[in-house]
């Protein structure tokens, strides 16, 4: 017991009973607590761009041929991709059969549009175009400046490259980006030690501003997202891990700290920087973790891509749209491409389905307002996911390319369960 009241992951689970008391008890002191997880959120935010910029171009400058780098890369996005299109199916085959919004009945327009509009103001200017130029930052610290992650992986793999091809003359920028990370790696670990406040603050504010009654009517749609979520985790990645040689729940033990952290602030960017340090302490070479975790932080979120097609069919389903299978899949074709660059933070999986949705014009966008009140619900869920993918994509990769010590991952996981 004494061990076990040292571990961050104790205090994890105590913010999280004690923050849910709080909200259920007190919804008022609850909704006061919020600047608490906010704040805890806006640390770690702090930390991500620098951290995902200095881990990138490390493990790109770090390997001896570009060739290599270039060859990793191409086997994550291709594993990406493939391990996304599972995600996505899996949400349209749940939401199909279940149906939770088919008893609604909501009239379009009953709809509360202005509780949506500052979601569908940061997308209604979007287009396929506007992405792809968005992806190149107007100056380099503006990238920064906006936490924009897919602007700074752009800068990464540029500033990765051009120090790998100077080759020596670059040395000391390299020991300096690896003083850097260390640096950035301690604040990180001296941030983690707030997690409980975070936590706390986090799940009283859930709780004490939408309680469980006002649930009720969306509890259909949260229970089939965390089956289609369960699903995938225990189907689709657990025999990705058999394949591997790993037991996906002996995993999941291993990074309980990670996950609980989540569970608590709905971002799986809180834990990015401990879930690195884990991974490698599976036996996994630095430079795979350093370009597989931050890549898969934009380009592979398996939780976003069952939570898409699920939303926008239940919002479509409560509003009496009858969707084709040609709609349905062209709505799987344009969630698969907004989903890319959508971060782990809270709000972000809510934002790219209102970039959806004004692609897809069958369903309209007002009916974001349905699920606004429980997204912070889902958003927990989606980081769930994207955590557990995330840290098997990189597995994967680095079986892939021999850069795993299978003897160690198994010494570690029979340690953790």
């Not at 709809?111 to 792809?132: C, P, R």
């Not at 089939?224 to 025999?239: P, Q, R």
């Not at 939780?303 to 349905?328: H, K, V």
């Amino acid at each position: 017991m004494k061990k076990m009241v040292t571990q961050l992951y104790f205090w994890v689970i105590v913010a999280i009973f004690l923050g849910g008391a709080i909200g259920l008890l007190q919804p008022q002191w609850g909704i006061a607590l919020k600047p608490l997880g906010d704040g805890f959120i806006k640390l770690i935010k702090m930390l991500i761009a620098p951290i995902i910029f200095v881990t990138i171009v490390q493990g790109i400058a770090g390997m001896q041929n570009m060739k290599v780098a270039g060859r990793i890369a191409g086997k994550a996005l291709l594993y990406f991709e493939v391990v996304s299109t599972f995600a996505l199916i899996i949400g349209l085959v749940v939401v199909n059969l279940l149906k939770p919004g088919a008893q609604f009945k909501v009239d379009p327009h009953s709809l509360n549009v202005a509780s949506i509009v500052d979601y569908t103001s940061k997308v209604s200017e979007q287009t396929f175009s506007g992405f792809v130029l968005n992806i190149i930052p107007n100056t380099f610290f503006n990238a920064f400046a906006q936490g924009e992650l897919l602007q700074v992986l752009f800068l990464a793999i540029l500033f990765g490259c051009a120090l790998a091809f100077i080759g020596e003359k670059g040395k000391p920028i390299s020991v300096l980006l690896a003083s850097f990370e260390k640096l950035l790696f301690r604040m990180v670990h001296l941030v983690m030690k707030a997690a409980p406040v975070g936590v706390l603050g986090a799940m009283a504010f859930t709780l004490g501003q939408y309680g469980t009654t006002s649930l009720a009517p969306l509890l259909k749609l949260i229970a089939s997202f965390y089956l289609a979520g369960t699903l995938f985790v225990v189907v689709i990645l657990g025999s990705i891990a058999a394949l591997i040689g790993f037991n996906i729940f002996k995993f999941i033990a291993y990074l309980k700290t990670e996950f609980l952290t989540v569970l608590g602030t709905a971002s799986s960017e809180s834990v990015l920087a401990p879930l690195m340090e884990k991974l490698e302490r599976l036996g996994i070479s630095e430079g795979v973790v350093g370009l597989v975790v931050p890549s898969g932080y934009s380009f592979n979120l398996d939780g976003t891509n069952i939570y898409l097609p699920m939303a926008a069919l239940f919002i479509a389903q409560a509003l009496n749209i009858d969707l084709s299978l040609t709609q349905q899949m062209t709505l799987l074709a344009v969630a698969m491409l907004t989903s890319k660059g959508a971060s782990g933070v809270t709000g972000a999986g809510f934002i790219t389905l209102a970039a959806t949705l004004m692609v897809v014009p069958s369903i309209p966008v007002a009916g974001l307002a349905l699920i606004l009140g429980i997204d912070r619900f889902m958003s927990q869920g989606r980081s769930l996911v994207n955590l557990i993918g995330n840290s098997v994509a990189t597995i994967v990769i680095a079986k892939w390319e021999k850069e795993l010590d299978m003897q160690k991952l198994r010494e570690k996981l029979s340690q953790s369960s």
